[in-house]
């Protein structure tokens, strides 16, 4: 019963709100980065954006890279997020561009061992 007390006063501590994520994302997003789509799977599960970067060679896998390290680093989402890992990056012949998904961990969730960042 202590366990789902504390669950529930860190949830409400710290609210995530959904629509302050896909604004604070959007701001942050770099030029020749685009989303496709967001599942959000639920209190302290975990938050899939999937999207692509502009382009398929070198220079698109560094704006993917630096964006996924942008991501880590970024303040406002280690509030929330225990790990955000990039979990697919692949060539898209048809638009040029590099399909890309991301994985967003909360805090909380028993699949993050410490809730170290990776």
């Given amino acids: 019963e202590e ?3 504390n669950e ?3 949830f409400v501590r710290t609210p995530f709100r959904f629509h302050d994520f896909l604004l604070h994302l ?4 770099p030029p020749g980065v685009s989303v496709r789509r967001i599942d959000h799977r639920g209190v302290e599960q975990a938050v899939t954006v999937i999207g692509s970067v502009r382009g ?3 220079a698109a896998g560094d704006v993917a890279s630096n964006f996924v390290k942008q991501l880590q680093s970024d303040p406002a989402l280690a509030e929330h997020f225990a790990t955000i890992v ?3 990056l692949g060539r898209n012949a048809e638009d040029s561009s590099l399909n890309l998904e991301l994985v ?3 805090k909380g969730n028993p699949a993050v061992k410490g809730g170290v960042k990776k």
């Fill in 86 to 88: 990039l979990t697919n």
């Fill in 104 to 106: 967003f961990t909360f």
């Fill in 8 to 10: 529930s006063f860190a």
């Fill in 26 to 29: 959007g701001k942050i997003m």
């Fill in 56 to 58: 398929i060679d070198a």
């Fill in 3 to 5: 366990a789902k007390f």
